[in-house]
Nanobody, 123 residues
């Protein structure tokens, strides 16, 4: 069982950078694979990035590869997403998710979810 709370979203301009965070409860965070997903108005939730428990495997969606960086600090029970060169099409609610069974890029396979944080990129 884990509780996830995202923070750090906001309104930025095209080309800006922003880092959002996900704080996790419990003592088993270091054993969970973690992911970032996003959902824009009128669209389905989509994969953004994921990271395995050891932090050495970090797949990204093609749309964010080279611009976004996922990382984790297991000592602080915190997941991060650094977003550079933001575009209006990055506007969405960003959710973090946890999966005890290991890394997946499929949102349907994640067991625990946060409430989301809004990222808005103006054009």
């Amino acid at each position: 069982q884990v509780q996830l709370v995202e923070s750090g979203g906001g309104l930025v301009q095209t080309g800006d950078s922003l880092t959002i965070s996900c704080a996790a409860s419990g003592r088993t965070f270091s054993t969970y694979a973690m992911g970032w997903f996003r959902q824009a108005p009128g669209k389905e939730r989509e994969f953004v990035a994921a990271i395995n428990n050891g932090g050495w495997w970090t797949p990204y969606a093609d749309s964010v590869k080279g611009r976004f960086t996922i990382s984790r600090d297991n000592a602080k029970n915190t997941l991060y997403l650094r977003m550079n060169s933001l575009r209006p099409q990055d506007t969405a609610v960003y959710y973090c998710a946890a999966r005890p069974e290991g890394l997946s890029v499929n949102s349907e396979e994640y067991r625990y979810w946060g409430q989301g944080t809004q990222v808005t990129v103006s054009s």
